[in-house]
């Protein structure tokens, strides 16, 4: 693992609902700090919330402040777009606000990004140069990791696996939280409760969405042949249910030793998108 003493960054997890910050120092997160979002609020109310957080944390050891956003990122001027669940940060210039409030280098990324930095430094991906970080909820993003580096691609879009086509729709719509509504109209939650209970129809679901998943890890395979994948996000609770399938699809990989060689770990990181945001710093400079 690369040599992160003594280093002070603030992590700050912009989600769609709330925003959580924290003072991640080498390997630890210390003083979280949490706040509801108003979907409904004005570029300068969250911009406002962003600021109380993090006057909370910053202190003359800070050395740099990530930021992980669940939007697409212009990476060289740290310009959101179209946050998901605040429809007021259309294009915020984020990067900008908070340098020029904080005189402290800022780095912004999406949060998929996010999630595999956290792994790779701090998680089930340490010492592994090359992985895919998953992540599996209301929606299926990756962040990519090649030679210890995380690949944003040049418009932040590397690793959105969900949205390549696939049967009728694309992959995001057949293998997430999402499948539960989409195919047969009815809460992703409710399933997994009944799943848990021994339901055989809920189970019979999530044998399906397994089917759909392994079918996407199989691009992610052919396209990147790495040999370890993290799976983050919610969905990733209910993987006794779903990786049979999961594995059956994999398993028809044309390159037999590709799949065999494959590792597929769940994320078992508290405070995965603060230790990912911290670790935008740590990417950039080492």
């Known amino acids: 693992m690369k040599n992160l003493q003594g280093t002070k960054v603030i992590g700050i997890d912009l989600g769609g609902t709330n925003l959580r910050a924290g003072l991640v120092n080498e390997n630890t997160v210390s003083t979280v700090h949490s706040k509801r979002i108003n979907p409904q609020a004005s570029v300068e109310e969250v911009m406002q919330d962003l600021f109380s957080l993090s006057d909370q944390l910053i202190g003359s050891s800070v050395k740099a402040i990530g930021i992980g956003v669940p939007s697409v990122v212009d990476l060289e001027q740290g310009i959101v777009y179209d946050v998901q669940n605040i429809p007021s940060w259309k294009e915020v210039p984020l990067k900008k606000w908070m340098e020029e409030k904080y005189q402290l280098p800022v780095i912004v990324n999406n949060d998929a990004n996010c999630f ?51 049967l009728d729709k694309y992959y995001e719509y057949y293998a997430c939280g999402q499948f539960f509504q989409n195919v047969y109209q009815t809460d992703g939650e409710l399933v997994f409760k009944k799943a848990i209970a021994g339901d055989a129809g809920a189970i019979s679901m999530y044998a399906e969405m397994g089917e759909h998943l392994g079918n996407a890890i199989k691009t992610i395979l052919y396209t990147y042949d790495t040999d370890l ?47 990912g945001a911290a670790a935008l710093y740590f990417d950039s400079i080492l």
Not at 136 to 151: C, D, E, R, S, V
Not at 245 to 252: L, S, V
């Open 116 to 166: 595999a930095l956290a792994e790779h430094y701090y998680g089930q991906g340490k010492g592994n140069p090359f992985m895919i970080g998953l992540t599996i909820g209301t929606g299926l993003g990756a962040g990519i990791i090649i030679n210890n580096k995380l690949y944003p691609g040049v418009n932040c879009g590397a690793g959105e696996f969900g949205m390549v086509d696939y």
């Open 229 to 275: 994948i993290i799976l983050g996000g919610s969905v990733r609770k209910a993987y006794p249910y779903f990786s049979k399938n999961m594995w059956k699809r994999i398993h028809t990989l044309v390159y037999l030793r590709s799949a065999e060689r494959l590792q597929i770990k769940l994320s078992e990181l508290e405070h995965a998108g603060i230790l």
